[in-house]
């Protein structure tokens, strides 16, 4: 029910005007909450992008100064010439020091390399202390990173953890193949950098942020801050062509709202720093709680005001309301004020004339009461009168059944058959398989009559008998062709037809009587027509064109009825085209 029915107009006139304020005073705060937002957003996203292009110069030339350093060893490495399967021991032996002293000096020229692995067939024993170590060239197949260094000449290895000589630490590696002059493979050459080096070149000099390193293959190398982002979001920047964007990800889960900024390198790495979305947004956060607090001032103030207005304009309505509480007490109406002029005036003068008219209003009341009365105990008869239709059938069916009129009994058998059809409960549409039903019924009633001189003969597609048609549509039309058709006549045929005509249902019954009479249609006929005037107005009144009945001689040879009707399919529909309950015809 809506408020402005039940609630009282002070109270209403006054929440309305409260709540008015209230939702523009909201509606305002989200607006500049909204605006200072995105553009902090914005002015957030411009300046971490250009940090972020910073960072990822300074990380592209230490990084490629890595690839530089490794490309170089592997060269060096077929240089110096070491082979091990040298028989010369002291030849191997004096090229395995060359070797191992031109990749530790590459660990010593930088901080940020810590080891290197030579993965190599038949590799001589190295110092498990030493920075640099000649490993089995079969052992790297059982590494985790092996798959992502198996298809290609170098790649970057993502962090993981090696032992030390002061125990695990975390590296991320440079893996490159190393070929002879003549370009066959033969080795396989990691150098270890640092986690924390490369971290720190990630982190640059801002703490507490989250950032993430891809190489260009979209690995994430290096990771700061516990970030975790889906595979869709960094499938996305990894496709997009633009060298830095920023994108604004929704909380999932137990995550907050972040804002994602990333920048690409000339060499296609990928620098990606999240930020707290409400680190972001918190000043506008602030500007919000401010306009509240002002607004709430504000609606507190304008409250006082409001209410006094609310009673001015609701004084003449409880006047009202209180005289209306002791009616019909006729004092009452001396109560009313006559000083208002405007449309409370129009209010209680409308309120006089309306008393006026109470007491005739009462008076027929009574009288109507009295005739509601007497039309409910009809309508109660005429629930008992089918039943007891029914009933009396049902007896004279036994009777006749104990006297051996087996011919009497069929016939009132039908004829319970053809009431319980042609009454329906009151229901002006039928199925269509029911008004058969009811006019073969009728038709073996008068072929007990008639024997072998009727026939009669149904076409009628299934499809149309689950679909609905007014009750006593046809039976009047075959009741017509016995009675009058076949009046005086010693034998009669019926033919009745039904399909699909042009989108409608067309019902098609022929007889071989002597035809209709042209003036079938006029009331002021005495004898028959009766029921097929029925069932046209009916169609006509209910349906109209192009719906209806049409009846033709057929040169002699008896009558042809067309009738035309919609294709009605579920009840619904039925009671909506022909909503009729209950008809008396």
């Not at 590696?173 to 370009?183: I, T």
């Not at 009462?362 to 039309?375: D, F, G, P």
């Not at 010693?490 to 209709?516: K, Q, T, W």
Request: charged share 25%.
């Amino acid at each position: 029910m809506s408020l402005f029915k039940r609630v009282r107009i002070d109270r209403l006139f006054f929440g309305s005007f409260a709540l008015f304020i209230a939702a523009l005073l909201l509606i305002f705060t989200w607006i500049s909450y909204s605006i200072t937002s995105h553009e902090l957003a914005d002015t957030t996203s411009y300046y971490q992008r250009d940090l972020l292009g910073e960072l990822n110069k300074q990380l592209d030339i230490q990084l490629r100064s890595i690839e530089q350093m490794s490309l170089a060893a592997a060269r060096n490495i077929d240089t110096v010439g070491y082979d091990p399967l040298e028989k010369d021991s002291f030849e191997r032996l004096r090229r395995k020091k060359d070797l191992l002293n031109m990749l530790a000096n590459i660990t010593y020229s930088t901080t940020m390399v810590q080891s290197i692995h030579l993965y190599m067939e038949n590799p001589d024993l190295t110092d498990s202390q030493a920075p640099v170590k000649f490993l089995d060239i079969h052992q790297v197949r059982s590494e985790s990173w092996f798959p992502e260094v198996q298809n290609n000449d170098f790649s970057w290895i993502r962090e993981r953890t090696l032992e030390t000589n002061t125990g695990p630490q975390s590296f991320i590696g440079f893996a490159r193949k190393v070929y002879n002059n003549s370009g066959k493979y033969y080795g396989l050459l990691v150098l270890n950098l640092k986690s924390s080096a490369i971290e720190y070149l990630v982190q640059g000099e801002s703490e507490g942020r989250k950032r993430i390193l891809l190489d260009g293959g979209g690995k994430t190398i290096s990771s700061i801050g516990n970030l975790a982002l889906p595979e869709p979001v960094l499938s996305g920047i990894r496709a997009s062509k633009d060298r830095s964007g920023s994108v604004r990800l929704p909380a999932v889960a137990d995550s907050e709202d972040v804002l994602i900024v990333w920048n690409k390198s000339q060499s296609d790495w990928i620098l990606i720093e999240a930020t707290p979305w409400n680190s972001i947004v918190h000043g506008s956060l602030r500007l919000a709680y401010t306009l509240i607090a002002v607004g709430l001032a504000a609606i507190f103030i304008a409250s006082f005001f409001t209410l006094f207005l609310s009673r001015q304009f609701t004084k003449p309505i409880r006047q009202l309301l209180s005289i209306m509480g002791r009616v019909p007490a006729n004092s009452a109406m001396d109560h009313l004020p006559t000083d208002y002029t405007n449309e409370f005036g129009h209010m209680f003068q409308g309120y006089r004339r309306q008393m006026e008219r109470i007491e005739e209003l009462l008076h027929s009341l009574k009288a109507q009461h009295k005739r509601q009365r007497e039309a409910e105990i009809l309508a109660l008869q005429a629930m008992i009168n089918p039943h007891f239709l029914y009933n009396t059938l049902d007896q004279l069916n036994w009777l006749a059944i104990e006297a051996g009129q087996e011919k009497i009994s069929r016939i009132l058998s039908l004829m319970g058959k053809m009431f319980r059809i042609g009454l329906s409960n009151g229901e002006t549409m039928i199925l269509i398989k029911d008004e058969l039903v009811h006019v073969e019924s009728y038709l073996h009633i008068q072929k007990i009559r008639w024997g072998d001189r009727l026939t009669y003969s149904m076409d009628i597609d299934e499809a149309l008998k689950e679909m609905y048609i007014p009750r006593l549509t046809l039976q009047p039309f075959v009741e017509n062709a016995i009675i009058h058709g076949f009046h005086g006549r010693r034998s009669g045929d019926i033919c009745i037809e039904a399909g699909i005509r042009d989108h409608d249902i067309e019902f098609l019954i022929y007889d071989n009587g002597v035809g209709i009479r042209p003036d079938w249609h006029e009331k002021k006929r005495k004898t028959g027509g009766y029921g097929i005037r029925n069932v046209k107005e009916r169609i006509d009144a209910y349906l109209g064109t192009p719906y209806g009945v049409a009846l033709h001689n057929r040169d002699g040879q008896g009558t042809l009825v067309t009738i035309v009707l919609p294709v009605i399919s579920n009840k619904q529909e039925a009671e909506e085209r022909f909503h009729v309950a209950n008809p008396h015809y």
